[in-house]
């Protein structure tokens, strides 16, 4: 096991580095400071060469010249949350809107456009980046000071586990983080070999802002059944790509499976385990105007659907909701969340 570390570049004058863990089988995981962005997932090929399963790009200021959130870390809430707003313990609390007066993916100052101060360290569970900050609420607008921390890491079974826990000060605050990595397990610059398999029956309906209206609908005879595997690009084009949330298990001990997402052509796949109650389904359909390349694009300008974010979290908008689960962080208090993505081969008999 081994991990290096080099400086990436600069954004916004801060240096940004890039830390690489390498497992005992060759597998890498790097992730950025900026916006602890997990920027690689590189599996060994037989021919020597390395295969990176995510969307990338090659210098930092593209991730931050889009809106897409590639690869980012999302907090302190991941998805929206209806108004800006919030009334708990008999308070009204008003947040920073930045998406049709509703606050999505942690607000205009979310974890994603922190700069993370980091660590490494080394253990019988594998290799770890830690990055680490405590976050002001004046820095990102959400009440309560919290130490928000993410830890990515690798072991020898090529599972990549990320756990995101926030320690609360002395006023209750929410807490539903995810990670926002873009998949593309293929050779091809799109997701038509692709198949998808989702522990799920139900998925979230929603407003046209895309707010919950807190009813569940079936994928029973709908483009969205994944509940055996399906082809992923015949979905995505029957619905004009997704952005759908899908109930999953609820909040339990350790991480449970979610979800599977393989690529027939290849044989590549990646298990996607959880411990929260909803899994974010997208692919970014509306991409024309963004100027967008990835690593794997070679300068070609980027395909719209051409990977598909699966983001573990809480149900969004669950602190207006009865049934979506609990996302408030009481004061004094530590909250962690978990999610894994294992990386093995379609097996002779799938
Ligand atoms: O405004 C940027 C994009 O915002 C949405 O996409 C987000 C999606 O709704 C979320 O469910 C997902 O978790 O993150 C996506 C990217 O941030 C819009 O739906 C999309 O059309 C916009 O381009």
């Known amino acids: 096991m081994d991990i290096l570390q080099h400086t990436f570049g600069r954004y916004q004058n801060e240096k940004v580095t890039e830390i690489t863990l390498v497992n005992d089988n060759g597998v890498e995981v790097s992730c950025l ?10 599996v060994p090929e037989n021919d020597g060469t390395k295969k990176n399963l995510l969307l990338s790009f090659d210098g930092i200021d593209d991730y931050y010249s889009n809106n897409q959130n590639i690869c980012k870390s999302i907090g302190r809430v991941a998805g929206r949350i209806k108004g800006a ?10 947040l920073p809107a930045n998406e049709n007066g509703n606050t999505l993916h942690g607000g205009p100052n979310g974890f994603s456009t922190l700069n993370w101060n980091y660590s490494t360290s080394i253990s019988k569970n594998g290799i770890s980046v830690i990055f680490q900050r405590k976050i002001d609420q004046e820095m990102d607008g959400f009440p309560g000071n919290i130490l928000a921390t993410i830890i990515y890491t690798l072991n020898n079974n090529n599972r990549v586990t990320i756990a995101y826990s926030a320690m609360n000060g002395k006023e209750d605050t929410l807490f539903n983080p995810t990670c926002h990595a873009y998949f593309n397990l ?6 038509t070999t692709h198949e998808m398999q989702i522990n799920s029956t139900g998925i979230l309906d929603v407003n046209n802002q895309m707010i919950p209206t807190g009813e569940v609908l079936s994928v029973a005879n709908t483009p969205y059944d994944f509940r055996d595997f399906s082809n992923v690009a015949l979905a995505v084009g029957k619905v004009h790509g997704l952005d759908t949330a ?3 298990n609820g909040p339990g001990q350790g991480t449970k499976p979610v979800a599977v997402l393989r690529d027939r052509e290849s044989g590549r796949q990646i298990t996607v385990n959880s411990d929260r109650n909803g899994l974010v389904v997208y692919t970014p359909e509306e991409i024309a105007d963004q100027n967008m390349s990835f690593s794997r694009d070679h300068g070609e300008p980027a395909n ?7 983001e573990c979290q809480m149900l969004p908008d669950a602190i207006h909701q009865d049934n979506f689960g609990d996302i408030v962080l009481p004061r004094y208090s530590k909250q962690t969340y978990r999610f894994s993505f294992t990386y093995d081969r379609i097996k002779n008999e799938d």
């Open 33 to 42: 400071t900026m916006g602890a962005i997990w920027h690689r997932f590189a």
């Open 85 to 94: 707003s919030y009334d708990l313990n008999g308070k009204h609390y008003q």
């Open 186 to 191: 293929s050779d091809r610059r799109d997701l």
């Open 246 to 248: 899908y109930v999953v």
């Open 304 to 310: 719209k659907n051409e990977g598909i974010a699966l």
